[in-house]
């Protein structure tokens, strides 16, 4: 917040006496900070999962669309979204964006937990998994939109002139010694020449694991060439550990409080 | 608290743009004054505002429009003579928006509504 008092000039206002809060007042302040946010205590992330990562750096980009919306009104924020696409390409893109960011209440990006890749099944099916923690969602928050991002660079040379079938499942079941039971969420044919994010809905899945989060058994993506070979999401160009922070896989979605919750008066 | 005062604390101290609804502050006394057209009364060390129907006055997090309503009230409750009653309410509220990591890394960003006051106005 800001520590200045502004006129209509937005000059610093001459009469007003500006203090140091003192050190238990600051601690108060921070207490009620945290208390409005619902968090127990300060956030403390891991420093692996920096802030310039994807998912901390799309969310900055809803936290500025957001706040010009605040500053400017409608018009400003439709200017900065078209300014965004031009300027930033598909990370933050499509009016679809800004409609659920403009319903939701409240917005969050989740990891990929999947720590390392396991590309190739035993049935030479090559396969990509996901693992998302959505189990704590604070109560009476519905799921209004939910999203994968994935980035793909330009594919290897092999593959270069094909084009490439990607889907995107939900694990349904896993086995230990076969396949697991997979439900097909969506198929996308590319460009193995395209570059940029690409977005597959999940909404359906994410209210799945949110209501009931023992069936979150993750998603797996498989990507096919035109011929029906099986190949890697990284010779399909998909983004993954190894790849730039920027560019790292994950989920994010948008909630809407579903309850009317009574603040008590202080 | 209200000895301490400063003596010019029914005046403003900036000058009023444009207001041609309300009075200046010469004419300003107890028993002249409109539905909101008063001073409305800061504590010490905050600079005294004037309410022009939709008032703009220079906001942060302490010093807003219904703090000033609230400061006015207890002012008139102590010297009922002298000082109006206030006649300013929040009339246009904003949101606020959060960003934060969390524990697990997640980045949440959370939309807060009505903690802003953006204008206040007559009730």
Sequence with gaps: ?266 | STNKRNKNRNRPTQPQEGGSRGPKPAEHTADHYDACCDWIIAPEGYAANYCGGECVFPLNAHMNATNHAIVQTLVHLMNPENVPKPCCAATKLHAISVLYFDDNSKVILKKYKNMVVRACGCH
Aim: net charge negative.
């Design chain 1, 1 to 266: 917040g800001s520590n200045y008092l502004f006129d209509g000039n937005n000059e610093v206002h001459p009469s007003f006496i500006h203090r140091r809060l003192r050190t238990h007042e600051k601690r108060e302040m921070q207490k009620e900070i945290l208390s409005i946010l619902g968090l127990p205590h300060r956030p403390r992330p891991h420093l692996s999962r920096g802030k310039y990562n994807s998912a901390p750096l799309f969310m900055l980009d809803l936290y500025n669309t957001i706040s010009s919306e605040e500053k400017n009104e409608v018009e400003g924020m439709l200017e900065q979204y078209q300014s965004l696409y031009t300027t930033q390409g598909p990370r933050l893109a499509k009016h679809q964006e800004n409609a659920f960011l403009n319903d939701a209440d409240m917005v969050m990006s989740f990891v990929n937990l999947v720590e390392y890749d396991r590309d190739l099944s035993p049935h030479r099916m090559h396969h990509k998994e996901f693992k998302f923690n959505l189990s704590q969602i604070p109560e009476g928050e519905a799921v209004t939109a939910s999203e994968l991002r994935l980035y793909k660079e330009c594919a290897n040379q092999v593959v270069i002139n094909e084009t490439l079938l990607l889907s995107v499942y939900q694990v349904v079941q896993e086995h230990p010694n076969r396949e697991a039971d997979l439900f097909l969420l969506e198929s996308r044919r590319l460009w193995a020449a395209e570059e940029g994010w690409l977005e597959f809905d999940i909404l359906a899945t994410s209210n799945l694991w949110v209501m009931s989060p023992h069936y979150n058994l993750g998603l797996q993506i498989r990507v096919e060439t035109s011929s029906g070979r099986s190949i890697s999401s990284k010779e399909a160009g998909l983004v993954g550990r190894d790849g730039g922070l920027e560019k790292q896989p994950f989920m994010v979605a948008f909630f809407k409080v579903s309850e009317v919750h009574i603040r008590t008066a202080r």
